[in-house]
């Protein structure tokens, strides 16, 4: 083992996943040296911060997570969690894959992967309000900007994906028929991207609304897309629901110094202590984070597993119609590690 990795359990569900994807991690002799954190509720109750700087420092010095999902505290003046982390590591990508896992959806096999922006656009949260007569609350007014420098940034790591990835096409998507400015630098920068890989990757360009049209009328028109914060972060659930939700979306949030893995789902407290949690998601999450530091073999030998136990196989826990446990789905894909 050579990797240092921080390790966030995260509350709710959070510990028994991780539980689950670290034994599945060790099977495979995963390189990952682990400095377990805190965060969310956990660093609540232990010293008072969601996000300790503690958590921040050992990320700083590995630039690796896989993190639990995190019960966002409410009141107490907290910040996002999920915020905090992407501005100070700069994770300007959020890299959300969508396949098809379990057979017999609506959809059959989708295979596609979408990129957000995750730092500028309407997220910046630039609001406030403005007074009309006596109404304080009179006027919202809420302010976006993209930078030249971010569009470029985020649409050739799109594109490099597709490249290393054997991806064919990337699509961008934006709305610059009426965001003239603010998706229309996108628009103009991923234009030029695009030409930088004319002949090894195809390019198309969709307009949001028709691309979401798109997306559910015919999926599997669609390779790679890379697009801005707000409508990325719409479009990534509607990819994730298009194979069944929640329980199978992996995410990851990357930049120049550092990556953090982890489930789209939140900490799920309705089913939390239940053993019942399916821990897919998350092992998805530590797939992708073995590919990002190039130990392919390792990953390919889960997803084979994967595809052995519960594609095929049909071993599933309960939010995907089966009934196993979340240890005996572990227990099954342990087994089925070829
Ligand atoms: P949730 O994703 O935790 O749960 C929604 C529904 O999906 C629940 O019925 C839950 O039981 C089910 N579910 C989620 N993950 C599952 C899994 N792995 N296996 C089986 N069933 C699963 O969303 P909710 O309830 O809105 O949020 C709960 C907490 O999580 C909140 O504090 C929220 O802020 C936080 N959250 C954290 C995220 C993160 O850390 N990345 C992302 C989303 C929510
Ligand atoms: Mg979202």
Redesign the pocket.
């Known amino acids: 083992k050579t990797i240092p990795a921080t390790l966030i359990p995260?509350?709710?569900?959070g510990p028994e996943?991780v539980e689950s994807v670290i034994e599945i991690l060790d099977a495979v002799d995963a390189p990952f040296v682990w400095d377990r954190q805190l965060a969310?509720m956990a660093g609540v109750d232990a010293v008072n911060d969601p996000l300790p700087k503690q958590t921040i420092e050992s990320i700083r010095r590995t630039g690796l997570a896989l993190?639990?999902?995190?019960?966002?505290?409410?009141g107490g003046g907290f910040k996002s969690?999920?915020v905090t982390l992407r501005q100070e590591f700069g994770l300007f990508a959020n890299l959300r894959p969508t396949k098809t896992i379990v057979p017999g959806g609506r959809f059959e096999d989708i295979d596609l992967v979408l990129f957000r922006e995750n730092l500028e656009g309407y997220y910046a949260a630039m609001e406030h309000y403005i007074p009309v007569g006596e109404d304080p609350k009179g006027i919202a007014l809420s302010s976006g900007f993209t930078s030249r420098a971010e569009c470029r940034r985020i649409v050739k790591y799109a594109f490099d994906y597709a490249e290393k990835n054997n991806r064919k096409t990337v699509t961008i998507v934006h709305k610059a028929n009426i965001l003239k400015l603010l998706t229309g630098l996108f628009l103009e920068e991923g234009r030029k991207v695009a030409e930088e890989y004319k002949g090894r990757i195809a390019f198309n360009e969709r307009i949001v609304d028709a691309c979401a049209m798109q997306l559910v009328i015919n999926p599997w028109q669609f390779d790679v897309i890379v697009t801005t914060n707000l409508f990325g972060d719409i479009l990534s659930d509607l990819t994730a629901g298009l194979v069944g939700?929640?329980?199978m979306a992996p995410?990851a949030n990357i930049g120049e110094k550092a990556a953090v893995f982890?489930?789209?789902?939140?900490?799920?407290?309705?089913?939390a202590g239940k053993g019942?949690?399916?821990?897919?998601?998350?092992l998805l999450a530590a797939v992708m984070m073995l590919r990002h530091v190039g130990h392919n073999k390792q990953a390919d030998r889960i997803d084979a597993a994967i595809k052995k136990v519960i594609t095929e196989g049909g071993v599933r826990?309960?939010?995907l119609g089966g009934n196993v446990t979340s240890k005996e789905l572990t227990a099954a894909l342990k087994q089925g590690l070829a």
Do not use: F, R
Request: no cysteine; charged share 15%.
């Open positions: 995260g509350d709710g569900i996943i969310g993190k639990g999902p995190l019960t966002t505290p409410v969690i999920n939700g929640l329980g995410g982890e489930a789209v789902h939140g900490s799920a407290p309705d089913i019942i949690a399916n821990p897919l998601a998350l826990t309960k939010d």
